[in-house]
């Protein structure tokens, strides 16, 4: 067992939490963080295998913060265009009278939602993302908080004026103790699969179409995407998968939303944006190449990307996007003067971090402002996502998407929801996408997607041949 707050303080808490939902005439959040021992944040998400359908993970670069969340106490959920500012509204009304307890105030622990959004709300719905609306942001019955190498138990309660705070204790209190119960490893055993690509003859034409409308100047660039279905021999794990993911990816952002029967997961390089403590960081990340197979070799396309016209181009896009999103909401902004380079297993990218100080705008008002950036809609941003709502042949559902979390303090970070995959039992589809400018070749943007998929399909398993 490990030490979570006395009982008599829960109780209490209850008490005056039901009492306060009394006088407000409205339900109050009670929300206690203990710290605790050191947990696995896998094998707590493998061991929460009874709130399966609920569980959401979260963890950043090197694993500096990692959130599980299990259950869910309040969900905020909708479809239709204004779902940024409609969330924030509802979270802020949320916190209002809150009751919340914790020692120490570490970002990404007390009441925080964590969640994600659609690509595009307008454009039309197939039912492949049925279980993932325009916005669903949850906050969590029970969330771990792993900050380096400390952990922090927070546990949730949405209490009305009716609540009987004897009978809420006592079940929190066996709900606590079912919460560490690791039961062995997750499942270590491969699935084999097969896969289609969906229409890939008609993406490569969609390409070069819009190269030649970049050309007219209807549009500066396009991202476009393309999906993978999978079909294996047994259900995918979710567990399995972070658990690979963690061991392949460790520069990426790794996660998995579970929503009813799927789970949407992956590991993605790309940072939207980060607001901690007063600090706000951006991340800038296109133009793409593959790694080299020797060091020498590895150099030299990191050399060629750096020094590539085209792939400078579908950069610099983003880099001025984003600066202007920092410039108007943020202070003190600092932008370096070109890019480097980002390597993860499979690929490299060019990459330049923004840096800026917070000002009053909070961070969902900031991301509502850059999605989509042009390094996952386009350039100009309205003429990008109208020509991907045209021409693109799939429903992109939560795929380039903001995902990611927010505390009642404002602090939280949101990233890109790409490499990743949509695990629907024993099948999933995985998308790609790459920078469509005036100069690219459809067949090397094949080649690019078709290297932007290896990530996740090789920690699902193995093609048969
Ligand atoms: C859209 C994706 O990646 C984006 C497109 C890139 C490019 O075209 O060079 C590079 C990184 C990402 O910003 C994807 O991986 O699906
Ligand atoms: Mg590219």
Avoid at 186 to 195: D, E, G, P, R
Avoid at 236 to 249: D, M, N, V
Avoid at 270 to 280: D, I
Avoid at 422 to 446: N, W
Wanted: charged letters at 30%; aromatic letters at 10%; hydrophobic letters at 35%.
């Amino acid at each position: 067992m490990i030490m979570i707050e006395e009982p008599k303080l829960l109780y209490e808490k209850l008490v005056e939490g039901v009492k306060k939902a009394g006088q407000c005439g409205r339900p109050i959040i009670v929300s206690i963080t203990s710290k605790i021992k050191y947990q696995d944040p896998i094998l707590f998400f493998s061991a929460c295998k009874d709130e399966k359908g609920t569980r959401i993970f979260w963890s950043d670069p090197n694993q500096e913060l990692t959130l599980v969340g299990v259950g869910s106490e309040l969900t905020f959920e909708t479809n239709g265009t204004d779902r940024f500012s409609w969330v924030e509204k509802k979270w802020r009304k949320s916190l209002q009278d809150a009751i919340i307890v914790q020692d120490e105030p570490v970002p990404g622990t007390g009441p925080t939602l964590l969640g994600g959004f659609s690509f595009d709300p307008l454009k039309e719905k197939t039912p492949l993302w049925k279980s993932f609306p325009d916005v669903k942001m949850n906050l969590p019955k029970f969330m771990l908080t792993n900050h380096k190498e400390s952990s922090w138990l927070t546990e949730n309660f949405f209490l009305k004026a009716t609540d009987d705070p004897d009978l809420i204790t006592e079940i929190a209190i066996k709900e606590r103790e079912n919460l560490f119960k690791y039961g062995g490893n997750a499942s270590l055993l491969h699935n084999a699969y097969i896969k289609e690509e969906i229409n890939p003859q008609s993406w490569t034409r969609i390409v070069r179409e819009a190269t030649e409308s970049i050309k007219k100047n209807e549009l500066k660039k396009v991202v476009l995407a393309r999906e993978l279905r999978i079909f294996a021999d047994k259900p995918f794990s979710p567990e399995h998968t972070l658990s690979r993911l963690h061991k392949e990816q460790p520069l990426s952002y790794i996660f998995a939303f579970e929503s009813m029967e799927d789970c949407f997961i992956g590991a993605t390089p790309e940072r939207l944006a980060k607001r901690e403590k007063g600090h706000v960081l951006f991340t800038c990340l296109a133009g793409s190449m593959k790694r080299g197979n020797t060091a020498k070799e590895d150099e030299q396309l990191g050399n060629d990307l750096m020094n590539d016209p085209k792939n400078r181009q579908e950069h610099q896009f983003v880099v001025d996007m984003i600066g202007e999103v920092a410039k108007k909401f943020c202070k003190d902004v600092c932008v370096p003067d070109g890019p480097v380079l980002f390597k993860s297993r499979h690929i490299q990218h060019l990459f330049t971090p923004i840096a800026a100080k917070a000002t009053d705008k909070s961070l969902l008002t900031i991301i509502e402002a850059m999605h989509p950036t042009p390094a996952l809609g386009g350039f100009p941003k309205n003429a990008g996502i109208e020509k991907i709502r045209q021409v693109e042949e799939l429903d992109r559902g939560w795929y380039a998407s903001p995902i990611g979390w927010i505390d009642y303090k404002g602090n939280g970070e949101f990233a890109a929801a790409i490499r990743s995959a949509l695990l629907q039992g024993s099948e999933a589809s995985l998308f790609a996408g790459c920078g469509i400018v005036a100069d690219s070749d459809e067949l090397s943007e094949y080649e690019e997607t078709r290297i932007k998929f290896q990530p996740m399909l090789s920690v699902l398993g193995e093609e048969k041949t």
